[in-house]
Nanobody
Framework: QGQLVESGGGLVQPGGSLRLSCEASEIHFNINIMAWYRQAPGKQRELVASITPLRRSDYSDFAKGRFTISRDNAKNTVYLQMNNLRPEDTAVYYC???????WGQGTQVTVAS
């Protein structure tokens, strides 16, 4: 059974940065499109960014210019570097292996002063 484990969330002030990590195990990481989603209280889960096995990346409009998704296929890990964070970025961030349909348990990101 595949597993995705996120880490790196926490409390940060507006304008600050965080780097999320998602380590995969028992999945065919190298064939998966990997993605980050987020869900704020009372809102639907939304796509943040995705990256193909060949490292082509796509971003939602709110993430462009501030967030960077990357992956290390040798470490079975996908990252999300988030800069210039805003209070509206507060959410639980989830890692997703799109091809094999696995989800992580989520990591909380809170942006507040």
């Amino acid at each position: 059974q595949g597993q995705l484990v996120e880490s790196g969330g926490g409390l940060v002030q507006p304008g600050g940065s965080l780097r999320l990590s998602c380590e995969a195990s028992e999945i065919h990481f190298n064939i998966n499109i990997m993605a980050w989603y987020r869900q704020a209280p009372g809102k639907q889960r939304e796509l943040v960014a995705s990256i193909t096995p060949l490292r082509r990346s796509d971003y939602s409009d709110f993430a462009k210019g501030r967030f960077t998704i990357s992956r290390d296929n040798a470490k079975n890990t996908v990252y999300l570097q988030m800069n210039n964070l805003r209070p509206e970025d507060t959410a639980v961030y989830y890692c997703n292996a799109e091809t094999e349909r696995y989800w992580g348990q989520g990591t909380q990101v809170t942006v507040a002063s």
